[in-house]
């Protein structure tokens, strides 16, 4: 006889909606059949409600998240989730990442519904445990919003060192750590049909292509990889000048910077900015010699996943998110954050073929990461949050 479901809410609560359609969706159909009704609270871009069309909840809330450094806009933000709260009376509020975080967390907290279960997914932790003067304040921040914290889910190791470490969740034996929302291997598989997706961009064919792929901010550090491409060009001899390119995926602010940079470096033929890319997996199949990332802090990043699972090396910066998928000289390499000397050599050291030979050989991606693997265990903590 099957178990009888019991009927609980949950409300995920994310920045933007399109951090629940990539992360998140995947998940509603598995939630609702276990008895959970699902609502959402998220942004979207200015003028544009296409996301919350794809959202795949009963219900859903736009709400204005403002990530500009000018934090107290939020406060309407956690006024009007704390409202919804209320009047929605949920059993489970659970918060992504760190913007979405805050909010959420305040709003439960204004609520004053005790028996409300949180659950935060830090999707990378913001800062390191270094000493300085905004990791200390973000972990007091951090360590504030643990009052309210019932379940935390960190990605990385060094994010559960710091978690555990000052005691970012009510209770420390709840602090749980998962390998990522799970890279579903039957979407990536593909066949070459989707080459034609690339031609549209234009890329030079005939080349070794490095693939960078996110949105271009100060976090992901894009411009540092401009400046290391261009020391290593600058530095090939004429006739191997013209083999290797430079492919960026995403927008941002920082786009038509980085865009100038590549100009006043005198590598703009070397370099093809691809803007938003809704669908990547050919560029990572068919097109990627090696995949770089000079990210300032990650949590398990999907692009480096999807490159392993791909079988192509990684060059990216020496952070954490990084290292727990990148084996130094085994599956790719790691540089100290931000030197773009040392990223220049990279780029030589494995355009040599034996080299990058071995490097592919040993680029795998662990079955752990997979989809069918991480939901078992996500789902099992749902279902049982309440015991």
């Known amino acids: 006889m099957a178990e009888k479901k019991t009927h609980k809410k949950i409300l995920f609560c994310a920045s933007a909606a399109s951090h629940i359609i990539n992360f998140h969706n995947i998940y509603f159909e598995y939630l609702t059949g276990m008895g959970f009704e699902i609502h959402t609270a998220a942004g979207i871009n200015i003028g544009d409600n296409s996301d919350i069309k794809l959202l795949k909840s009963q219900k859903n809330f736009v709400l204005d998240f403002d990530k500009s450094k000018k934090y107290y806009r939020n406060i309407k933000t956690v006024l009007a989730l704390a409202k919804i709260i209320r009047r929605e009376k949920y059993d489970i509020v659970s918060t992504h990442s760190t913007l979405a975080g805050l909010i959420g967390r305040l709003a439960v907290m204004l609520a004053r519904n005790q028996k409300i279960i949180v659950i935060h997914t830090s999707h990378g932790y913001l800062f390191n445990d270094d000493k300085n003067v905004k990791s ?62 690339l031609k549209k961009y234009k890329i030079p064919e005939n080349k070794k292509h490095f693939l960078c792929v996110g949105e271009f901010s100060k976090r992901k550090n894009q411009k540092n990889i401009i400046y290391a491409f261009s020391r290593f060009i600058h530095g090939l001899p004429d006739n191997l000048y013209n083999t290797y390119h430079l492919v960026f995926i995403g927008d941002g602010k920082l786009f038509d910077e980085c865009g100038k940079l590549c100009k006043t470096l005198g590598i703009t033929g070397h370099v093809t900015f691809c803007g938003y890319v809704g669908e990547t997996s050919a560029f990572y199949q068919f097109l990627a010699y090696c995949v770089v990332s000079a990210s300032e802090f990650e949590g398990l990043p999907f692009n480096i996943m999807e490159s392993l699972y791909y079988g192509k090396p990684v060059i990216a910066s020496n952070v954490k998110g990084h290292k727990d998928l990148i084996s130094d000289g085994v599956n790719g390499y790691l540089y100290k954050y931000n030197n773009p000397v040392q990223l220049s050599e990279l780029f030589g050291k494995i355009t040599d073929a034996d080299i990058y030979a071995d490097l592919r050989e040993n680029a795998r991606l662990d079955e752990k990461y997979y989809f069918d693997n991480v939901k078992k265990y996500i789902l099992n903590c749902y279902g049982n949050i309440h015991s």
Do not use: W
């Not at 504030?144 to 990385?156: E, G, H, I």
């Not at 559960?160 to 390998?179: M, S």
């Open 136 to 197: 200390s304040l973000m972990i007091f921040i951090e360590k504030f919003l643990s009052l309210r914290t019932d379940a935390l889910f960190v990605m990385n190791g060094e994010d559960r060192q710091i978690a555990e470490k000052y005691k970012l969740c009510r209770k420390t034996e709840n602090i749980r750590h998962i390998n990522g929302m799970g890279i579903n291997a039957e979407k990536l598989k593909s066949d070459k049909s989707n080459c034609a997706e």
